[in-house]
């Protein structure tokens, strides 16, 4: 086994028992791990029901150490998801498409 494939066994398997790594198994979203995402538009998603949206979370190798959350989400035309609650910062970028959100604090 390489030295790149023994870190990310090894970061994987601390992610995974991290709090944040339960709490992404509980929901029940699928996770694509990597290096890196090769083409975000060739992610299979599949429903994540806290979102009400088919969903793909991303757990980058490098980036499970400091547990940052990344995920791509499709939204129908003329759908919607269900409210999120945040206790810190969230970045969107929209890749397709338009729509509208409302913030409220």
Known sequence: MSLKEQYATRVSAYFAGTPYGQWLRDEGVSVFEDW??????KLETTLW???GG?????????QMEGQRGMYVVDIEPG?????????????IMILDGHGATEVWQ
């Not at 088919?54 to 490098?62: D, G, H, M, V």
């Open 36 to 41: 890196t995402v090769p083409d975000v538009w």
């Open 49 to 51: 029901p806290r979102l």
């Open 54 to 62: 088919r969903a793909r979370f991303i757990a980058l190798y490098p």
């Open 79 to 91: 759908g919607k998801l269900e409210p999120i609650h945040h206790m810190y910062e969230q970045m």
